[in-house]
């Protein structure tokens, strides 16, 4: 339906959005309709949409917003994990002694339950992603912590 206009890319950018709101530790940039170069028809370059409402809201309703959505969408994946976050949280620590645990929380990667639990280190900051079944550790990222371009309270 959407094949020859950008449209069609919305529900992807969507879920892009949803995953950096989900996890504000990321630090790239995340395209969006507004900053991306997209071809038309016939290979022509469209022009990124510029949009301004008539209401304007604050960050931080957005960001209370977010975090209601977020709590909501752990509400409904509780009853399904097998293991607490206080559980979740313990796994990443063992998986990196000495840091100091910010955020664990609950989320379905690929249909996959897992914990996702952010810490930090000293200059580092570190991800590790917990299943919510057996409280393995699936995976680990570690990040340096730039202030300079991250702000404390944004996460």
């Not at 998986?95 to 955020?103: E, I, L, S, W």
């Not at 995976?139 to 300079?148: C, I, S």
Request: proline share 5%; charged share 20%; with cysteine.
């Amino acid at each position: 339906m959407f094949r020859n206009s950008s449209l069609h890319r919305i529900p992807h950018l969507l879920k892009i959005g949803v995953m950096v709101a989900a996890f504000g530790f990321l630090a790239w940039p995340v395209p969006t309709l507004a900053h991306e170069h997209v071809r038309g028809p016939a290979g022509a370059r469209v022009e990124p949409l510029h949009i301004v409402s008539s209401v304007q809201i604050t960050q931080a309703t957005v960001a209370k917003a977010t975090r209601a959505g977020r709590d909501a969408y752990a509400q409904i994946l509780a009853p399904y994990a097998k293991i607490t976050p206080s559980a979740a949280e313990k796994a990443a620590l063992v998986r990196f002694p000495g840091a100091q645990c910010k955020d664990v929380s609950l989320h379905s990667l690929r249909q996959n339950l897992v914990y996702l639990a952010l810490l930090e280190k000293g200059d580092m900051r570190f991800l590790a992603v917990i299943d919510a079944g057996n409280g393995a550790t699936l995976a680990t990222r570690e990040m340096v912590l730039h202030r300079h371009v991250m702000r404390r309270d944004t996460w």
